[in-house]
């Protein structure tokens, strides 16, 4: 039976991908944008965001500021300086703060920041003109901070992999007497089976790309990875196989910092991120001409001339064996090893190949070379390479 294809791509350019979302906050929206493209969404929140008023160490750092305003106060996302204030509101220390703030030098990141600010009633002095906390490192440098007291408003948990403790200590070692400000506090999520789940299937090609909308959730995703003992097996993946995709500069960082490449849009906002990855992800999958077709062997589906074909997991699991050197013949017994669960009768193979040429939708494409195995009927620049004969 010819499978039923579905819309082109033209307004679907996701169709076909699987991409994973980390995101703990807007991630209903982030998901909703990348669905309208046509993609399918693995969602994993790799953090647990403590609710601010509920810190007992923000509150105690509020009370500090307070008695003692610093003299310089960086203000690094918009969500955590409101939130800042919306929990000292809570605590019946927000006119304090407020007060105590507009007695600091405030510089804030980006915009989002600077409109939190401006609604809690005090003003920027200065804030940079790509969002950047180099370039708010680099601003106070040139200022000298020598003795000068600098509250951080800090996105997360301190580890290894979180950059704004890089900025705390570059500021201590040139003199300043640093004052973190825990907002936007996090934890590992309390339950780790989804993001094992994603750690897994990055680590078995079966998720095209890994979205990332803050450092702490790389680092946290990276943490998980280490603690059940895979996480080279996922830098590995996110070097080759599947793409990792960073809201911003400061998310990518940690990933960077492990050499693992990423992509990132101009503008640090969700739907530059969703359109992005509608243009890099199809442009960077790779089409190889087999019988007069085009085709994307994909996480977990095939791209068949602009149309999505959905395979069973043993047809799949067949075209990417067949797929590993194209045009390469591969026997049987070898096919066999690459169906889910094995089993020791290639008749199993033979059946699942026959399902697999119904789905592509044309049964060319994958040649029975006699008393060997099969191969994908490739254009001949896959010829030389793949017969190993």
Known sequence: MTPTP??????????????????????????????????????APAIRIIPLADDAELERVTADIIASPPDVVVA?????????????????MAEKLVDALGQSTVLARGPKAKGSIRAAGLR???????????????????????????????????????????????????????????????TPPDDHGPMDQMITAAIDSDIDAITFTSAPAVASMLGRARDIGVLDSLLHALRTSVHAMCVGAVTAGPLHELEVPTLQP??????????????????????LRV?????????????????????????LALLKGLSRIPGRVVSRQALLAELPGGGDDTHAV???????????????MVQTVVKRGYRLSVDLEYEEEGDDD
């Not at 991908?17 to 046509?38: H, Q, S, V, W």
């Not at 690094?76 to 019946?92: L, Q, V």
């Not at 705390?168 to 070692?173: F, H």
Request: charged share 25%.
């Open 350 to 364: 033979e059946t699942a190949m026959a399902r697999l040429r119904t789905a592509l939708g044309d049964p060319k």
């Open 291 to 315: 019988a007069g077709h085009d085709v994307s062997i994909l996480s977990r589906n095939v791209v068949v001339d602009g149309e999505v074909r959905t395979l069973t997991s043993a047809g």
């Open 6 to 43: 579905v819309p082109s791509l033209t307004d679907r350019p996701l169709a076909g991908f699987t991409i994973g979302i980390t995101a703990a906050r807007r991630a209903d929206e982030f998901e909703a944008l990348l669905c309208r493209r046509g993609a399918e969404v693995m969602h």
């Open 124 to 186: 920027e002095e200065w804030s940079p003109p790509n969002e950047s906390s180099s370039e708010v490192l680099d601003h106070l440098l040139e200022q000298g901070v020598d003795g000068v007291r600098v509250g951080v408003q800090l996105h997360g948990a301190t580890t290894e992999w979180e950059p704004l403790p890089d900025l705390c200590q570059v500021l201590r070692e040139a003199g300043a007497i640093v004052v973190p400000i825990p907002v936007y506090r996090w």
């Open 76 to 92: 690094t996302t918009g969500i955590g300086f409101r939130g800042w204030m919306e929990a000292a509101d809570g605590w019946g």
């Open 266 to 287: 101009t503008r640090f906002r969700l739907g530059a991120l969703a359109r992005l990855i509608a243009d890099e992800l199809p442009r960077r999958a790779q089409v």
